[in-house]
């Protein structure tokens, strides 16, 4: 036992074996927190001897880190004089070797009663069982090692104590290095921060745990935007530290930020504009509504929130609007149409409708822009009133003129009446426009009749209408929007071009005339030529039949040519009917080239093609264009002789609307003067041609809506170059069949 001052223990005998011989640790301790007097058990307790505890304090025996809590504990305890409860805290004293052992103390105020002088405190001290100790110290830190988010602890001066792993890497710290640097909290936050962090930190320290944002520098003097949530640490009832968690939400600021000044300029341009922007939901009510309705329309924007949106549009307009929406099976749509003014009048908006959908591809919003158009009305209007005025103009004009809304006739005067065989208007007014068309243009006119009702004007189209009776006529058709009774209409100028279709027809058949005329004066000089040798050789058989086997060879070759000449003039009398199909260009060379390999062989010709790539289809007539090729590519081959390269080439040029194809061989070639001749009937450059295999040809691409041109350089080679449409839609054209018939058969 140690004693520092004279207490007469001994006096006490109870006591005094009681001290010395309790299993549990006594310490007899002044006011000063030093202990006066302690029994063997604290001895055993911490395997010291007894010189090693004299003049040792309580704090002295803490671990280092329980060092500040018992002394606060033990400041509160002397301080509160008038108590004399029982207190207890929970410590960790230190054994000679170092080890931690946890200790409960029970602290009770006493006085000796001969000299208050000598107040002092007996501390009974039980050391907890390390199973009860552990289970705290582990949980606590892996909780507080092991959290995502960055903890932190202070202590009540502000002084980092502990932070965990995620603290180290968002503060660019180490535990060790905070501890050893004893930083302070002020030199991780911004200047401009610290008066509002001592403030809450004092609020925390007072029990009030507390919340706030502020701008966070890490190590490497970045600037980082922190959500910081602190709250006290109570121990044994009272407040001995302060802990916290600080999230870095940088990012989520700066989205943030991004995400309000995208609304504060969406606001802006709401705002002024003077378009009513209308936000609604799938069901039409409106969410937001500009201020510009306030101006145009009088409503107050608060007052139409929740208000479904078609309630302030014209029933009429209304109902066409959605029919349009549904029909055109589009998210986007404009319409012209009528809304209403607070104070019950209408007035002409053009509106833009878009459905917004989410990630599912459902409507989650609509919105819609309206722009007042009723000054363009107004003069629309006035434009109509004025063509009122020449009514009766229109009655009398021999174009026949129809004003139709909703796809019905409501309007038609005289020559209308008169081109469809009707009797009077009545019988055309109130019928649907789809009754006098006919069916293979339903489709086109109905797609003409939408854009018509956006407000576009249409270019001028010929089709096809019927008469009352069912008679089909051929017909220009000019359309416009326009108004008509204070709605929105079509106007329709119908032309009557049969007579022109049939005049085109019979110019057509007399420049068939005309060329037969060629052709006759042609024949009648080519077959005279043989003729006339036969003529004289018959002659010569007359005066000397020995040699009549050489002159009859000579016969039958001339009665030859004249049945080619024949054959020729039959085809072009008789023309095959195209037969139109999409085809792939590309076999049908290939076709071709094939059929004049032997013949390219023989004559020691290389033919090569060459094609593009991803070739579009082409609308022809497969046979007519086979016989054009067949007939150039066996010019070609006669062209060369001495052999040579024959090169195919095959591409699609003026951006895809049309293909090329070019016949180019190293032949003998055309003279100058003689390539503006090639074409014309009978006229050929080779000793046994006819004349008309490039003319059918040429033909043949006219057509097919293409073109043929002819270059060639003497002793160089020939190169000729076709381009046909994509879309061609060639009439009827002279055909070679496959076996032309000769004459007399």
Request: with cysteine; net charge negative.
């Amino acid at each position: 036992m140690n004693f520092d001052v004279d207490l007469d223990l001994t006096s006490h005998a109870l006591f005094y074996r009681t001290f010395q011989y309790s299993p549990n640790a006594i310490a007899l301790v002044s006011a000063g927190g030093r202990c006066l007097a302690v029994n063997p058990a604290l001895y055993r307790l911490l395997d010291e001897t007894e010189p090693n505890l004299k003049e040792r304090s309580i704090a002295q025996l803490c671990h280092p880190d329980d060092g500040v809590v018992w002394a606060e504990f033990w400041q509160e305890l002397t301080h509160n004089v008038q108590d004399d409860s029982p207190r207890e805290i929970s410590l960790r004293f230190l054994q000679r070797e170092g080890d931690a052992v946890p200790v409960r103390v029970s602290v009770t105020r006493c006085s000796y009663e001969q000299n208050e002088a000598l107040t002092c405190y007996i501390a009974y001290i039980a050391a907890c069982d390390p199973v009860r100790w552990q289970p705290y110290e582990q949980r606590y830190r892996s909780l507080f090692d092991d959290h995502p988010d960055p903890l932190f602890v202070l202590d009540l001066d502000g002084y980092y104590m502990d932070v965990n792993p995620a603290f180290e890497k968002l503060a660019g710290y180490t535990r060790e290095e905070i501890a050893q640097m004893r930083l302070h909290y002020r030199t991780m936050i911004d200047t401009s921060e610290h008066s509002k962090v001592r403030d809450c930190l004092t609020l925390v320290a007072q029990g009030a745990p507390q919340r706030f944002d502020i701008v966070g520098i890490d190590r490497r003097g970045q600037y980082l935007n922190l959500d910081v949530t602190v709250i006290p640490f109570v121990e044994n009832g009272r407040i001995t530290a302060l802990q916290g968690i600080s999230k870095n939400v940088t990012e989520q600021k700066k989205l943030w930020e991004h995400l309000c000044e995208s609304q504060r300029q969406y606001e802006l341009i709401s705002s002024h504009s003077q378009d009513i922007i209308t936000l609604c939901a799938p069901n039409g009510s409106v969410q937001y509504i500009s201020p510009a309705v306030y101006t145009q329309l009088g409503y107050d924007p608060q007052e139409l929130i929740g208000v479904l949106g078609q309630t302030l549009v014209h029933p009429d307009d209304c109902r066409r609007a959605l029919d349009s929406v549904v029909t055109a099976c589009s998210d986007e749509s404009r319409h012209m149409l009528r809304m209403r003014h607070k104070q019950g009048h209408y007035i002409w908006y053009e509106s833009s409708i878009k459905f917004i959908r989410d990630q599912h591809g459902e409507v989650c919003n609509i919105v819609a822009v309206a722009r007042d158009i009723s000054e363009r009305m107004q003069a629309q209007e006035k434009l109509f009133h004025s063509e009122e005025k020449y009514r009766s103009l229109v009655e009398e004009l021999p174009v026949a003129v129809f004003i139709h809304q909703a796809g019905r006739w409501v309007y038609a005067n005289d020559t209308a009446v008169k081109l469809l065989e009707a009797s009077a208007p009545e019988e055309l007014l109130g019928r649907s426009v789809y009754d006098f068309l006919h069916p293979d243009y339903h489709a086109i006119v109905l797609n003409r009749i939408r854009m018509l009702e956006g407000g576009q004007s249409l270019a001028p189209m010929k089709q096809k209408l019927m008469t009352v009776g069912g008679r089909p006529i051929d017909v220009e058709v000019f359309s416009f929007p326009t108004w008509f009774e204070g709605r929105f209409a079509s106007r329709v100028m119908v032309r009557d071009i049969t007579d022109a279709e049939k005049a085109r027809e019979l110019l057509e058949h007399s420049e068939k005339l005309s060329l037969v005329g060629q052709l006759a004066a042609g024949i009648a000089h080519e077959i005279r030529n043989p003729l006339t040798a036969i003529k004289g050789f018959i002659q010569l058989l007359k005066s000397n039949a020995s040699d009549k086997p050489y002159y009859f060879d000579i016969i039958a070759s001339e009665i030859n040519r004249i049945e080619e000449i024949i054959g020729e003039m039959l085809v072009l009398s008789k023309p095959k009917e195209a037969q139109i199909r999409q085809q792939d260009i590309r076999p049908l060379i290939g076709h071709v080239a094939t059929l004049i390999d032997a013949q390219a062989i023989m004559n020691n010709i290389e033919v090569v093609t060459e094609y593009e790539e991803d070739l579009p289809l082409l609308e022809c007539d497969e046979n007519q264009l086979k016989q054009v090729f067949i007939n150039l590519l066996k010019n070609a081959v006669e062209a060369m002789p001495n052999g040579g390269k024959l090169t195919l080439q095959v591409a699609a040029e003026a951006g895809g609307r049309q293909i090329a194809v070019r016949v180019i061989d190293q032949g003998c070639g055309i003279p100058a003067e003689k390539l503006a001749s090639i074409g014309q009937p009978f006229y050929t450059t080779k000793e046994q041609g006819t004349g008309l295999g490039m003319m059918v040809s040429m033909k043949i691409i006219e057509n097919h809506d293409g073109t043929m041109s002819i270059a060639s350089e003497e002793g160089q080679g020939t190169k000729i170059e076709i381009r046909l449409p994509i879309k061609a839609r060639p009439k009827e054209s002279p055909a070679y069949e496959e076996h032309p018939p000769r004459a007399g058969h």
